[in-house]
């Protein structure tokens, strides 16, 4: 799901298209899209422990939370997602504002949107306890922050030409068919 999550031009397309505009270097661009990605992931990993310990409170109290309620979040939550997929909005920024206080904005848009379709994970996470849940934090924050900067190095790289609008159009789909797979593998493996 990082991968995927990491894919989405959202999370770095916009510091591409400031970092053009303002005239910044390669190298500030990708410290740039490092940083977002951390705000992004902090608040995901942070949003994320939160419902880890909903979901072990709950696993502690319902037997049937790791049967059926778990798989079902990730149902529901990848059926809202397939939903939505066609209500996307985009990401906009003054293009009169400063560095100092674009870059500022960039990494409180990112920490202020957690990644919503890895929150079930964590909520399922709970139930098998503290190090799967910080094993799932890192995986996490590892690959999103690699793809994510793996990715501004390609569009840096000459993938600027490749219909990202298309592939943003279409990330909730895939997110939300990856959501539904992982529901039903859960619930057929547990």
Known sequence: ???????????????LAVGRQLGWTRTDILWVTLLAGAAHVASTVLFGL???WAGDALSDRVEVFSMWVAPAILIIWGIVYVYRHYYHHHFHLSHHAG??????????????????????????????GWWFVGALALLYAVVTLI????????????????DWHAWEHHAGLITGITLIISGLLLLILE
């Open 1 to 15: 799901m990082s991968i995927l999550h990491a894919l989405i031009p959202s999370h770095w397309l916009p510091v």
């Open 50 to 52: 939160l419902l880890a």
């Open 99 to 128: 560095g100092k206080s674009v870059i500022g904005a960039l990494l409180l848009a990112m920490f202020f949107s957690p990644c919503l379709e890895i929150e079930g994970y964590f909520l399922a996470a709970g139930q098998y």
């Open 147 to 162: 793809g994510m900067m793996t990715w501004m190095w390609l569009a840096l790289s000459g993938l600027q030409k490749a």
